[in-house]
């Protein structure tokens, strides 16, 4: 049996006992061990089709590409979570999202990129664009929080999180006028060198990339269903979960991708991947939350507590010193991987 075959039978397994534990309401911890599995499983598929077609597009098109299929299964599991009115975890998913991406996709990439090679470079002017963004995204997120705190009984939280929500979209569409068209040069010498060609067979990798996602939705809906008994039965806190639990299955997609590009000397599309997947959450998926919630009677609001706050300033500074130089190599990857460590273990303990 080839070893596209024994994925797909793998992923039909563990689909398929993920829809019999639920079904048949065993344990929960056997039905979210099954469900992320899968969701892990599918991801690995997906970052495998996205590279195909940044094989095509190029580093930056491509690494948008994986951004947007990765952060599709965040999207999901949120709003999945919003549905259920699991506020905590999905306000906890938006800032754990963000720290995985920046702290643990990108630490890994540099540890393992760096492992076969002393340094590895990527587009310093391209980066350099992507902290500034970063930084925006971040005050966009906290000042709510800020002003919450700031004035606790003034209910003007509502109505400030839906229009800086507003604000970030427009900023998100206007970031691709910049990119890909009127300022090509922060683009990588690869993307300027190369027209859009599609691969043999690009309707059929662009049909796996839509199966898998639409097959992710379901398996995470069982998923999601599972968080608030298995936070009883652990001894966790939701935010915990929101924090640390969801996202690391969320970002699975871009993971894989980012490695897989990081392994072959292709460190731009890795950082492209890891921040760009970063500024998606920020600037895309935490304002369609925050305005599907208000369409739908589930008001959800960008305050977050206070060493969320903190948390997320001292990441994107890391990260902005980290990517200053357009240089990595192993040992700031571990470094960057410890700083996660460390905050997955404040959360646990909080």
Known sequence: MGKPQLQLLLIAIMTGATFVSAGFHWDPSVTFVTAAATVVLLARVIGQATEVLADA?????GALLGATFGNSVELMIALLALRDGLYTVVKASIIGSILANL???LGVCMFVGGLRRPLQTFNQMKAGLN???????VIGLTITSIYSFSRPRVSGAEPLSIGVSIVFLLVYMLGFVFSLFTHRTFLTAADRRQGIVLPPGAVRTVAIL????????????ELVKTLIPLTTQWHLNEQFV?????PVIGVAPEFFSAILLARAN?????????VGSSLQIALFVAPVLVLVGALIGRPLTLVF????VVV???TTILVSLVSLDGESHWYEGMMVVATYAIFAMLFFFS
């Open 57 to 61: 597009l190029g580093p930056s098109i």
């Open 266 to 274: 292709r460190m731009d599309g890795s950082v492209e991947i890891a």
């Open 305 to 308: 507590t206070g060493t969320e």
């Open 210 to 221: 839509i199966a898998a996602t639409v097959l992710v939705a379901l398996v995470s809906d």
């Open 131 to 137: 902290s500034v963004m970063l930084f925006v995204a």
């Open 312 to 314: 997320i300033f001292l």
């Open 103 to 105: 702290l643990l996709t």
């Open 242 to 246: 929101g924090l640390v639990f969801v």
